[in-house]
Structure formats: structure tokens, C-alpha cells
């Protein structure tokens, strides 16, 4: 009893953290706000739920699919936007699907949605690239807080759901050994888990940050889900894992708390934990797409370690599939934030404002 009874404290506990400090679940229409405005610096939510409004769902053969509460939402370009009729058995034909383009599937976090920061500025940036199919899974009405505990054991039920539509697709003419699967947090987990419904070997997997708390180890993702399993480490320890989980793993400034979330005025662990969203995002622009070197097994503590001997790799969308080991990256400002106004990047992502300088005070605002 003692036991069950801490277990209730701590899950209670965390759910508050994040109903509290984690507004990632505000709507945002415009797609505009800032990060760290919409997340950290609100202290009223959305949510209007209790404990006793948590939703469970069953799992294995009681899993009801399609799950009335989760959304499948293509996007081919800045225009489309289409939700999967899944009763539809030709739907992807019908769809704006391009077949040349490469597959993306992206599953957001804990207290997420669609049009939700951060996961929202990874969607964009993938719209805005052009060369791909990207598809959000949206799982919100049953990932809200206070209900973090339930969220992790629906994790099962949505990743079944999913791989049985990821089946549907492939017969219809999903190329699946193209497709890559994005998870933030929880939606780490969830791309792992959909490996274990599917009849066919997962392609890639790229896991930001994945969830630490209440993972039970049968959860974990792990690098036999996909034939290549990349981990960008942020908040490893206390939001993130601290162990490797993939084929190669990433530590970003040591892989537990950004330097530029220690004096941001809210709280550093959970700040670490959702810029790893942007770093995947601005992984996509090659000019400010970054390169990590080769480090030890784990993610480092201390001072800056000395680099092992290796060669650098690019680090997110263009890492090579067949890269191994563990690779480190320092850097001290937030990533994808843009340097002036007009420059690559999203505003978003920014903890400060962009200074505007004279000879960029007449140029258009990006983003």
C-alpha cells in the first residue's frame, strides 16, 4: 500500500508539473506565438479535466480501432490540410498523397495536439521544405493533464491503432521502408510501439528527448523498433531517458539542461526537455543544420569532454542511416531561432526577441 501510495504522489505530482509550467496544449490558430510564451509562462489551462476524467484504454485484442479520439492528418504542402477517413478503403489514392515524396510521420508528446506548440513548429518546417509527405497523429483528447499516468498507458492503444491504419496505407501504396516515424516525449515511445503491430520492419525512428517518467520497460523505445533508431538527448536524467536508446544517440550540450534555458525565467528542466523539438526542425535547413562529433557511450557530465577520434555526422534528418555509437554537439544559443528578422529559423523557437537591427528594420519578418 505504502508503495501504490507513493506511486499516486509522484504520478499526481508530475501531471501538475506539466498541467502548470506545460501549456503546450493551447490551440493556436495563427501559428505565431512563441514557445516559451505558450508553454511556460501561462499559469491557467485549457483543460478543465480532473483525475476522475482521465480515459484508459484497452489494449492487445480489446483495442477498439479506429480510436474515435485520435486524428490522422496529411499535409502535402502549405495549402492541404486533410483528415484520414478511415472508413474510406482507397482514401490515400483519392488524397493529395504525392508518391515521389519521402513519408514523415509525426506523433507529439504529453498535453499535445496537432496545431500545438512545439510539435507545430516541427510540422511547419517540414510543409515549408516541400519535400515531403507529413503526417501528424494526434492523440490529444487523450494526452491532456492532469492525466500524464493515463497518457502513458494509452501510448499501447495508439500505437496499435496506428500501425493498423500504417497496414491499410501500405496496401493501398504507402512505400513503408521509406517511412520515418518523429516522436517528442511519449510520442518517442509511440513510434517504437507501433513497430511491435506492424508486419514489416519499421524504416527509422527519430526520437527528440524520449519520455523518462512512468515508462514501464516493456514501453521503452529501443534500438531493435526500427532498422535505425536516432536519439536526440536534451533533458537526459530527468524529463528525457539517460540511457542510450538508439543505434545512435545524440547529446546536445551534455544531454541534461541547455545553457540557454538556466537563466530563462521558468523552469530549465522542462525548457531542455521541448527545444528538442527545434533543433529537429532546424535540422532541416542546411544552413543551420549542425554536425556532432563522436563522445563517450553515455551522455557526458561535467566539464566539455575531450571528442573521440571519428568522423562528424550530420545530426537529425540527414543523419546516414547506418551511423552508430554516441555523438556530441555543444552549442549556446536556442536552435532554429533566427538571427534577425528575414533570416532561416522560426521565431518560435526563440527565448528572447529578435533584435532588429538598422539594415534589417525594412525587411519583412519571417515566420
Given at each position: 500500500m505504502a508503495r501504490y501510495n507513493k506511486c499516486f504522489v509522484y504520478c499526481l505530482i508530475i501531471s501538475s508539473l506539466y498541467a502548470v509550467a506545460r501549456t503546450q496544449y493551447v490551440y493556436i490558430p495563427n501559428a505565431t506565438a512563441i514557445i516559451k510564451d505558450e508553454l511556460f509562462l501561462?499559469?491557467?489551462?485549457?483543460?478543465?479535466?480532473?483525475?476522475?476524467?482521465?480515459?484508459?484504454?484497452?489494449?492487445?485484442?480489446?483495442?477498439?480501432?479506429?480510436?474515435?479520439?485520435?486524428?490522422?492528418?496529411?499535409?502535402?504542402?502549405?495549402?492541404?490540410?486533410?483528415?484520414?477517413?478511415?472508413?474510406?478503403?482507397?482514401?490515400?489514392?483519392?488524397?493529395?498523397?504525392?508518391?515521389?515524396?519521402?513519408?514523415?510521420?509525426?506523433v507529439h508528446g504529453y498535453a499535445g495536439g496537432d496545431d500545438t506548440l512545439p510539435i507545430a513548429v516541427l510540422r511547419d518546417a517540414y510543409i515549408s521544405n516541400g519535400s515531403y509527405n507529413i503526417w501528424m497523429l494526434d492523440w490529444g483528447p487523450i494526452s491532456q493533464p492532469p492525466c500524464y499516468t493515463a497518457a502513458v498507458h494509452n501510448m499501447k492503444a495508439i500505437a496499435k491503432c496506428t500501425a493498423d491504419l500504417l497496414t491499410d496505407l501500405r496496401q493501398q501504396g504507402l512505400r513503408t521502408e521509406k517511412l520515418t516515424c518523429i516522436g517528442h516525449s511519449l510520442g518517442s515511445h509511440i513510434c517504437g510501439l507501433i513497430s511491435r503491430y506492424v508486419h514489416f520492419r519499421m524504416h527509422r525512428i527519430i526520437a527528440l528527448d524520449p519520455a523518462r517518467p512512468l515508462i514501464p520497460a516493456a514501453s521503452r523505445l529501443n534500438s531493435g523498433d526500427a532498422s535505425a533508431v536516432q536519439v536526440i538527448h536534451t533533458n537526459a536524467g530527468h524529463y528525457g531517458e539517460a540511457g542510450r536508446s538508439g543505434h545512435v544517440d545524440f547529446c546536445i550540450n551534455g544531454g541534461k539542461i541547455q545553457p540557454y534555458c538556466e537563466n530563462a525565467g521558468f523552469d530549465e528542466q522542462l525548457c531542455s526537455h521541448v527545444w528538442a523539438v527545434c533543433y529537429m526542425a532546424e535540422s532541416?535547413?542546411?544552413?543551420?543544420?549542425?554536425?556532432?562529433?563522436?563522445?563517450?557511450?553515455?551522455?557526458?557530465?561535467?566539464?566539455?569532454p575531450g571528442h573521440r577520434i571519428g568522423i562528424p555526422v550530420m545530426m537529425g534528418q540527414f543523419t546516414p542511416l547506418a551511423t552508430?555509437?554516441?555523438?556530441?554537439?555543444?552549442?549556446?544559443?536556442?536552435?532554429?531561432?533566427?538571427?534577425?528578422?528575414?533570416?532561416?529559423?522560426?521565431?518560435?523557437?526563440?527565448?528572447?526577441?529578435?533584435?532588429?537591427?538598422?539594415?534589417?528594420?525594412?525587411?519583412?519578418?519571417?515566420?
Open positions: 501561462h499559469n491557467t489551462s485549457l483543460s478543465n479535466k480532473t483525475m476522475r476524467d482521465c480515459t484508459w484504454r484497452p489494449v492487445n485484442e480489446k483495442t477498439v480501432c479506429p480510436d474515435p479520439d485520435v486524428k490522422y492528418i496529411l499535409y502535402t504542402n502549405k495549402v492541404n490540410r486533410e483528415v484520414i477517413d478511415i472508413t474510406v478503403t482507397d482514401w490515400l489514392r483519392q488524397s493529395s498523397w504525392d508518391s515521389e515524396k519521402e513519408d514523415v510521420l509525426v532541416l535547413n542546411p544552413q543551420m543544420a549542425k554536425r556532432a562529433e563522436p563522445c563517450s557511450r553515455r551522455c557526458p557530465t561535467g566539464p566539455r552508430t555509437g554516441s555523438y556530441c554537439m555543444y552549442d549556446k544559443n536556442p536552435p532554429f531561432c533566427p538571427l534577425e528578422p528575414g533570416a532561416p529559423g522560426d521565431k518560435r523557437c526563440c527565448l528572447k526577441p529578435i533584435k532588429t537591427s538598422t539594415v534589417a528594420s525594412g525587411r519583412r519578418r519571417g515566420h
